[in-house]
């Protein structure tokens, strides 16, 4: 009886451990899927789509830094571009490159090799090598070999493997898009929003940007190969249809889960022309103006630099009845920076539209200040009146003004922002898809009144250029030009003026299909005829090119691009040291409102550090986390200088870029 | 069916055949004795004596009752009604009282190697608060509370012997346990950025264990160290605090009405400048009052709406802050029934708690009812238990805005609102809202009237909760016993966030929105355990036996939209279904426990107890789900071996060494998916920014406790003394970490918490007399609390909620704060080795004319350690024949507090301070960072300065010396003492007044005061704060950041028995 219960009381424990088990097994969430269960086809979406963030935030700062915008924004922007005395490191780039991006690399890769999906291997290989690049570009050294593992406190490596680890996962990605894949095996056009699935874009996209990586090596003499380069520019892209470009839309208001930035549309946008902090430099519209001193106005010229309605006259039931557009003006940084001198470096004001005729009264002391506005009233035919030292102007209804009594702001209309509008963030419910022009107010949009038509890279519908035809050309034109063959380095000069001038007009005319051109004569086509005599004029070296003229082409094209950056770091700016080639970037130099004498230590201009060269890893995302490993490497990390320190591909030899590296 | 067992209790209880007892204790010298215990023989039935000494128990004719107290001999005497007990005093069963430990275990007193606190139902009724941890509050040794905000409804934290865990996400609260029943106590932040618009600094949120009602309680036992708590297992590693309701007693049907109102107002308020009215001065000298532009600081802040501006020279000066407070009430009304017999007794209750607020249009208002019963049948005993609660709180926006809106919720805009505004005129005749700067700034970039969000704006929350359990035992002989345990908490929370119209929100909210979330809470736990009990000789042994199993379900469940098509009809079917979204989540926890205590004790004088327990959990990988932990603990009566003396009348010495596992949160393991994204024709999908870790161990807290307990001059005076240690090692965290590793946050094991400490409780009769007797108790504690060892390179670790201001709260690795803060500050003049002197001038940057500041580049500055260096409470109780006076003191001293009011009012130019010179003039003075040299300069209105090629005026710099100023953590940091009058009450007892007792048996009035004293170096509002209600991880607390200030109340109650 005894042992009749035990061997129950046995059977029951038993059971009741099985059913233990299985009644402790609920760790795993029902209500969302885990990295395990995510498809590849779905993941390289993601991957490619984040990817425009990174690159875009990364292009948005990096030409800040270069002098292609001029920025208000207060936490980097204007710091990057105008006083240059930046004192926290820059979060968004470093953050959504590892988190929104490259922690998916490991999970597509892994998935595809289990499946032989060789084509998302290889595309997992190449997001490798397009972010760590990225990020060596802006941050010189950061875990690498560790990153992306378990590991919660990786160690840290230097330029050298961080390039080299990328060059190898190109070699792999080409060996990789050369297999064919079984047909059980999710195709790469299920899951490619970039290149359609097309194979041979990718290769190409990989041989463009092997090309592009090994021109970064031209300050060193053992390294440096041109006729690599030209064999991988043989491979890549050859012509406008093998662009590699990132999409943008604007269908949706859905916005991103940690920046809240608009999901669908183009990266450059989401950090350039979201708000309105950001307008164009006199330097960088001086190229589309007076390109080479010639004065000839560039047909690219409307399309970059954006307008706003000026003179506007409403009528009765409050519709714009006459205007006239008003095409930015340059905010002068590098130059004398009269304005910028008068009220701050980031004291540019953005415009209010005014809803009646609104007064404003400005007590302008200084008497020479007071005749010289009271002349621009009359100029611009407002209605004003003068009561001792106050002018008080009136604003029509209609108008966009500066909303500021003081005066030194009054004029800042003529710096219209790059600014343009989506679905996700223009706030005007009225306001459909195909109308991505700025406008500041519903009052503004319900008028009619645009404040402004935007920028043609930063648009949210414009292409994100990832890879292009015309960079190829300026790559060959340079190579080139560095082994005497100018005959070579013209064509290739010639031949990527007119290949960005083809993607634009292409691009142009899909926007003028698709309906943009109604509300924004800026997004129309240019006139084939102004090419052609564009390409003619002086403003394009027709013999004799310079490397400054092959340069300042690209620096035109590339525009909101991290490689004008890279190409400044190359040639050292404007110091003119690098080779025969002479002062390559004339005209780039420190702004009279620098203020970074602690972050650029170099003596003279001839002094590396005297210079932009990279920026400091970001404090809260990596430093106080990882301090340890950061200092292992570089003790220098934490120097407030380290923005002056040459990454190791802008030093000549190792030797030099360990130096900088030693306590 | 439960019903119906109730009944059939109810029932019983009234046809046993028990007669009421009623009786009065005193002492030889006849002071009534409060807090003895009578126990009806046989049984294990028992009452405790009222404040009078009185008791009132239903036994049978002739049963024979066992009074016993401490410091006294326990007698049995016959019971008979009206029966008057005189308890002799005897030093040698002095500490025969009777303690609730772990599992529900009475033992004695004595018998304990580790540190308990009981509190009786009177203690904690003195300064009744809705929210029974508010109680606590200088009550408890090594015990400290922080009450989030004084708004109705908010939440209150509480630790024991310090925090545990470092991560966010990990609760350092103790345990709860009623009636044998987990009870959950979590501070649910159902709020969402993206849903509702709502993080945890947006509003004020309750504890759960705010369900309770406080007049249910019985008794309540506070275990403080992992030894006392070892048998709860994995949620024990925080102390356990265990609460016994009421119980019918044999005897009459018993009737308790009391009713309270109660009065508060706002304790203190920060005092805003009435000199300098609206707008700013730009860098050239202008004066704005009409421009949109950020505030450089604060970023958010609209300048025309800062008080910068010009002198105010007419009358109309508005006193916003001080009008927007009004005076809050309360009702309570509580009314309870119980009775029994020999076999059986029940105890019902019900209660009202209707609260306003001092914040327009807010409130808390609560429900509750509760059943207990027990039944005898023979050797079998069943309670049962049941309460529901209704619990309703009408919130404040308060110190931060939405999420996508601009402004700073109410509170944020009460502290800011110009005074020369009428804050009050908050709405147009059309309905719209009333924006001064209407014409110039957009909505979506204006801010919200405060009036507007209280009156406009609706957020709710009800609970409504249901707990049960049913309690068998089964006594198979005299030695040996086997009790079952069913438990089951419920509960569910609607919030619902509604935004009005025309609120200043982005523009896609501009037509409302509304937000509706749930959380249903799903809690079911069974016990067996079995103790045994035999005396061999001068030995006696206990074993115990147990397992216990827990299924945790919470589901989440959250519905949104926005722009309401047809005016004023505020529901999801009047938003179109492409501006619907809806969201859910499930969340799931097991664990199964088999636990063991052995015990052998010999004579009176030495007591040894060792206990083991093992967890299965399923929130651990399955290879680690298993992990054991053990506790030994003695205690040694040494005044048994010593001659009887009236010196030192009782002695013990007592030790205990513990190990407790805690689990990880659910879900840790596994890395998830965000929600996919359409782009064209593609979906994407990628990871979350929280990485899972599939090889995560259980965190392991080893601690040990050494005390003693003393008794002089036979029992006068008390004195308990601890000294605790305890480790928390293998800490599963999910911290921010390398963001290389592809995530922001990583769940890890890794470091380890060091709380050090130290309790000491004194009680002392300085006066026993028959008319009038004063007992006094003063509680003292400190903690010391360090995380340890942690990643190599980790230098700070943040809870994400608390981040107010200039500071962070964190813990720093390596020996550093467990509350620690991190800011930014003033650098300091260089030495020659080129390090900042402690002491040094500041350093002044010539780009900007200011003190450089700095902002964390290289290392982030740690700016305070948020535990005080002790805190204490001093507790009183003066009888005077039928009057009893209380008052508690409660103490702090030391503690860092960041004033983060007074920041934002420097920022936005309405605090006193920025007064200075009448605003004409500042001086900057120090060392220039660039050269090295000397650097003084006065900025004066009217004069321009050229600062780094640009020229600016003096008006201008004032107003940026302020900004600067700000950014100076240090200016707002005190370290904080206090003394609080916490509570003053005074009670009658018109018993002896009453001279038929047929009807109304008892009746007493009481008024109290609390906290109507604070005596405190801090210059804010008030020094007990907590900017976000953080619990987890080192919390907010110490960070004083735009809160509903906290209250002062008056409150008048009768108790009537029936």
Partial sequence: MRTSKYIILGCLLAVGATSCKKWLDVNTDPSSPNNGSAAIQNRLPWIEHFYQYTSGVANYRAAAQSGVYYSTNGSNGNQLSTTWNVNTGNTTPYQTWFVEVASNLNDLYNTAQKQNAYHYMAAADVFHALGFMEMLDLYGEMPYTQALTQNPSPGYDD??????????????????????????????????????????????????????????????????????????????????????????????????????????????????????????????????????????????????????????????????????????????????????????????????????????????????????????QTTYGRTFSVSNDTVTVTYPVGSNYINSANYLYAGDTVYVNVRSSALATSGIAAQGPTDVSWYQSTAAFNAGVVASTGSFQIRPVSDQEILTYHEMCFIKAEVYMRKNDMANALIAYKAGIQAHMDMMQAKLTSWQAAGYTATNPDMAPMKTADISAYMASAAVAQGNVTMSDIMLQKYLAMGCSIENWNDMRRFNYSVGNVGSFGVVYPGFQRSPLFAGTALYTGSGTSDPRYWPRRWSLPNTLELNYNISNALALNPHATDANIWSMPIWWDCATDAEYNGYLSK | MIMFAMFCMITNNLIAQTVPITGTVLSDDGTPLAGVTVLIGGTNKAVVTDNAGKFSISASANALLQFSYVGFATQKIKASPGMVVHLVKDESHQMEDVVVTAMGVKKERKALGYSVTEINAGELMKNKNTNLV???????????????????GAGASITIRGGNSTSDSRQNQPLFVIDGIIYDNSTTVSGNTGTDGLSRSNTTYSNRIMDVNP????????????????????????????????????????????????????????????????????????????????????????????????????????????????????????????????????????????????????????????????????????????????????????????????????????????????????????????????????????????????????????????????????????????????????????????????????????????????????????????????????????????????????????????????????????????????????????????????????????????????????????????????????SFVFTSLLPKNSILSFGKVRGSWAQVGKDANPYATLTYLNSPITIGAFNGVGNQYTSGNPILLPEIQKS???????????????????????????????????????????????????????????????????????????????????????????????????????????????????????????FRELDANKVEMPNGRYQVDPNSGLYRVNTGVPTVPIVGNREPDFIGGLSNNLRYKRFLLSFLLDFRKGGAIYNGTEYAMITNGLDKKTLLNDRQSVTVSGVNYLTGADFSQTYTAGQTYTINGTNVAGTYMIQQYWLNYAANSMNFIQSVNWVKLRSLSLTYDFGGIIKSKKIVKDLTATAVGTNLFTWTNYKGMDPEVSAAGGTGGSGSTGIDYLGVPAVASFTFGVNVTF
Wanted: proline fraction near 3%; glycine fraction near 10%.
């Fill in chain 2, 215 to 634: 007049e249910d309680i019985e008794n309540l036992s506070v275990l403080k160290g992992a030894a006392a708590a070892a048998l709860y297992g994995s949620r024990a590693a925080d102390g356990v605090i265990i609460i016994t309701t009421k119980k019918g007693s044999e005897g009459n049907v018993k009737v308790n009405v009391s009713s309270k109102i109660s009065t508060s107002w706002a304790n203190k308020l920060p005092d805003a400048q009435k000199e300098f009215g609206n707008g700013s001065y730009s860098s050239n000298g202008v004066f704005n009052n009409n421009t949109y532009a950020s505030n450089p600081l604060s970023g958010t802040t609209l300048l025309m709406y800062n008080s910068w501006g010009q002198k105010i020279t007419s009358d109309s000066i508005y006193d916003n802050i001080g009008s927007f407070f009004q005076h809050g009430t309360i009702y309570d009304n509580n009314v309870s029934v119980s009775g029994g017999s020999k076999n059986g007794s029940f105890y019902l209750s019900g209660s009202n708690f209707n609260q306003t607020g001092i914040v327009p249009s807010t409130g808390f208002k609560k429900t509750t009812f509760r059943f207990n019963g027990e039944q005898k049948y023979g050797n079998l005993t069943v309670n049962a238990n049941a309460a529901y609660s209704n619990a309703n709180t009408d919130r404040t926006l308060t110190t931060a805005g939405l999420y996508a809106g601009g402004g700073g919720g109410a509170m944020g805009g009460v502290y800011s609102f110009p005074q020369v505004f009428n804050m009050k005129n908050y709405i147009n005749a059309d309905g719209s809202q009333h924006r001064i700067y209407a014409g110039t700034v957009a909505l979506e970039n204006d801010i919200d009237n405060p009036y507007w969000i209280v009156n406009m704006d609706n957020l709710t929350s009800q609970t409504r909760r249901f707990t049960g359990g049913i309690n068998a035992t089964y006594k198979l002989t005299n030695w040996w016993d086997v009790i079952g345990r069913v438990g089951y908490d419920q509960y569910n929370t609607n919030d619902y966030t509604y935004i009005a119209p025309g609120s200043a929100v982005s523009p896609l909210y501009q037509n409302g929105r509304l937000s509706k979330n749930l959380v249903d809470y799903t809690y079911v736990t069974t016990t067996v355990m079995s103790n045994f009990h035999k005396s061999f000789g001068d030995f006696d042994t206990h074993l115990m036996l147990g397992t216990t199993s827990e299924k945790t379900d919470v589901t989440n469940q959250n519905h949104w939209g926005y722009n309401f098509i047809t005016a004023n009809s505020i529901n999801f079917n009047n938003i179109a279904t492409a501006n619907q979204f809806f969201k859910d989540g499930l969340t799931r926890k097991r664990l199964v426990g088999a636990y063991g205590e052995v015990g052998l004790s010999y004579k009176d004088i030495a007591y040894i107890t060792a206990t083991g327990r093992n967890d299965w959990t399923s929130t651990l990988p399955v290879n680690n789900s298993s992990y054991f932990y053990p506790s030994i603990s003695g």
């Fill in chain 1, 159 to 376: 330029g050298k493997t961080i390039y080299n680890g990328c060059m190898a996962k190109l070699n792999e990605a080409i060996s990789l898009f050369s297999k064919a894949q079984d047909a059980t095996v999710p195709s790469l056009v299920a899951g490619d929003l970039w290149n359609g699935g097309s194979v041979d874009k990718w290769t190409k996209l990989c041989w463009g940007l092997k090309a592009r990586y090994m021109l970064k090596l031209s300050k060193k003499a053992d390294l440096y190969n041109a006729d690599s380069i030209l064999y991988c520019l043989s491979k890549g892209p050859q012509s406008i249809a093998d662009n590699i470009v990132g999409p943008g839309l604007n269908n949706s208001t859905v916005t991103d889960y940690l920046i809240g930035d608009p999901v669908v549309t183009n990266g450059n946008f989401d950090y350039v022309a979201y708000g309105s902090t950001q307008r164009i430099t006199q330097y960088y519209i001086d190229k589309l103006t007076n390109m080479r001193g010639s004065g000839v106005i560039d047909p690219r010229m409307t399309k970059i630099v954006p307008a706003s309605m000026a003179n506007v006259k409403l009528d009765a039931s409050g519709r714009i009845s006459s205007y006239t557009w008003l095409r930015a003006i340059g905010v002068d940084v590098h130059g004398t920076a009269t304005r910028l001198v008068k009220g701050g470096s980031a004291s540019i004001n953005s415009v209010t539209f005014a809803t009646k005729n609104t007064n404003i009264a400005y007590k302008i002391a200084n008497a020479t200040d007071r005749a010289n506005f009271i002349n621009d």
């Fill in chain 2, 704 to 826: 040990w406790e050494v005390g003693a307990e003393l008794r002089f001059l036979n029992g006068r005076i008390g004195l308990d003394y601890t000294y605790y240690h305890s480790e928390t090692s293998n800490q599963i965290a999910q911290p921010r970490l390398s963001n290389a590793s592809g995530y922001i946050f990583k769940s890890i094991n890794s470091g380890s918490v060091l709380n050090t400490g130290m309790e000491i409780s004194v009680t002392g009769k300085p006066i026993v007399k028959k008319d009038f007797g004063w007992d006094v108790t003063l509680n003292w504690s400190y903690n010391k609390g360090r995380l340890g060892t942690f990643l190599p390179g980790v230098s700070y670790f943040y809870p994400t909620d608390a981040q107010f201001g200039t500071v962070k709260a964190a813990s720093i690795p390596n020996g550093g704060y467990f509350l620690g803060m991190t800011g930014t500050t003033f």
């Fill in chain 2, 134 to 152: 508010n109680s606590l509050n200088g009550k408890v040794p090594g015990v400290n509370i922080t009450q989030f905000s004084g708004s109705a």
